[in-house]
């Protein structure tokens, strides 16, 4: 007895040895990383636990698809930055990885054969969107720079399977539901981040995640950005998930979530103030007047229900406004140094880069590449800042692909503006509501398209609205989507 108790000590006493040896080695081999791999290599341990936490896998992978959207935690193997409005990395991300997961686990229960587990391609808006890509494809034939056509092409189809898989998903609406809170907590989250930007005067020293400084005339710490890159991304972003936020008060009836949407709001408002995008804020007001009327002319919601979100919106907005007053008169009516009078000659530039490229254009993320040979103007010569593509996403995209790239990509913004307005008649609540907070951020992000670069194609949020919007349709022919069931 007392030698076998003693074997059984000598036994713990070596595991805990090789146990520590362990631990040691595992620290030193991570000390040689670099930041991303070592997140990384933290992240991969820690999620089984977080599995075990959670319970739930698919919630789990679908929230972190969302929440992780701004923040770019990726290994890039190639990087190659011209200006360009696309892409200018290429490797794998967080997001690739989640959205794997769920497609194999997606595959593993058709292949089990799991009840009531099927998989849709949503041909309304999935096939505009393929003939886009391939339209996208086709410029590769002609591209100047052959590697920034690829990574933007590699980035959109990365970005249709998230569509893909996510739309699979979201089967009933409490799914919707989840997803826009999370998209949500994206917006509060990037408020708190240009609300300390604001605060500190500058960077917080969260590059890993995505933040860089701007360097330039115009361009200072005042401008928050969040972890997006740049002010107006992050302005588009807010212009586009603000009004879920708000649309989010007529869906929830618990008082602590409608606290916690007013804190969001208010800090989204904030962020989009001092993002200093004009072009946004104007976007946003017109966002908020879409989602009103849809919500008054609909009857989802009685009228006397808007009259508190309607007046903590305005009331919000008129606080925000008047607190950062001096940031508004100085994007209205101060010195922009030539930012505003320099779209004339991008538009210019434009034109006739159009004129020599109409059917294909120059190729998908190669505006930069040509634009200088088709400055014909004297204006044009006296802006240094005429080395951006032009500020306008629907010359951008007629230029990089043509007619044929600009006119799949309209195809796919009408359907999806179709279908959208169809779930509007959706006799769940949820649903309709959603739908109608999406119509606005689409709306938004088509007036602010007139005087930014940033089209759609490439825009991990727009692929998330396509999602929500191609399983909404789908619930409507089911009975997840009948009145009633599963309202909040």
């Known amino acids: 007895m007392l030698d076998t108790l003693k074997y059984t000590k000598s036994l713990q006493v070596l595991l805990f040895l090789l146990l520590a040896l362990g631990i040691g080695l595992s620290f030193f081999v991570l000390s040689d990383l670099s930041t991303k791999i070592l997140m990384a290599a933290l992240a991969a341990l820690s999620f089984p636990f977080i599995l075990l936490i959670i ?45 794997l997961i769920l497609l194999f686990l997606r595959l593993f229960e058709l292949a089990v054969r799991k009840p009531n587990v099927d998989m849709h391609f949503y041909p309304r808006l999935s096939v505009p969107a393929i003939l886009y890509i391939q339209a996208c494809i086709i410029t590769l034939l002609w591209a100047p720079q052959f590697d920034l056509a690829i990574m933007q092409i590699v980035e959109m189809i990365k970005l249709f399977f998230m569509y893909l898989v996510l739309a699979n998903y979201l089967e009933k609406p409490q799914d919707l539901r989840f997803l826009v809170w999370m998209l949500a907590l994206t917006v509060g989250m990037q408020g708190m981040i240009a609300l300390l930007q604001t605060v500190t005067g500058g960077t917080l020293g969260l590059a890993f995640f995505g933040e860089a400084s701007i360097d330039g005339p115009g361009a200072g710490p005042w401008r928050v950005m969040g972890t997006l890159g740049h002010p107006n991304r992050l302005a588009m972003y807010l212009e586009i998930l603000l009004p879920l936020c708000v649309a989010l008060f007529f ?55 808007l009259v508190g979100p309607a007046f903590l919106t305005l009331f919000l907005l008129i606080v925000v406004s008047f607190v950062f007053s001096d940031m508004i008169y100085q994007r209205f009516y101060g010195e922009d140094h030539g930012s505003a009078m320099s779209r004339i000659p991008m538009m210019r530039i434009a034109f006739n880069l159009i004129t020599d490229n109409p059917i294909g254009g120059v190729g998908i993320n190669n505006y930069q590449e040509v ?20 500020h ?26 179709k279908g959208l307005l169809q779930t509007l008649k959706s006799g769940h609540k949820t649903i309709a509501v959603i739908n109608m907070a999406l119509l606005a951020g689409i709306g938004a992000m088509c007036l602010h398209g007139l005087v930014d670069k940033h089209p759609p194609s490439g825009y991990a949020p727009f692929y998330i609205i396509m999602a929500i919007a191609a399983a909404s349709s789908h619930m409507q022919t089911t009975k997840s989507a009948q009145p009633g069931i599963g309202e909040s």
């Open 55 to 99: 319970g739930n896998v698919r919630k789990l992978l679908m929230g972190g698809i969302v929440l992780l959207i701004p923040l770019h935690i990726d290994v890039n193997f190639y990087h190659h930055f011209r200006n360009q409005a696309g892409a200018h990395t290429m490797g794998i991300s967080a997001i690739d990885i989640f959205v």
């Open 251 to 305: 869906i929830e009836t618990r008082k602590l979530y409608k606290f916690a949407l007013t804190a969001i709001i208010g800090l989204g408002l904030i962020a989009l103030i001092m993002t200093g995008s004009r072009g946004a804020w104007v976007s946003f007001v017109f966002a908020m007047g879409v989602l009103f009327f849809f919500l008054l002319k609909s009857r989802r919601v009685r009228w006397k229900a």
């Open 371 to 390: 634009m200088r040979q088709y400055n014909d103007s004297i204006l044009g010569l006296q802006f240094e800042t005429i080395s951006r593509p032009v």
């Open 392 to 417: 306008n996403m629907y010359l951008l995209v007629m230029g990089e692909t043509g007619v044929i790239g600009f006119s799949m990509l309209m195809l796919l913004m009408i359907m999806l503006i």
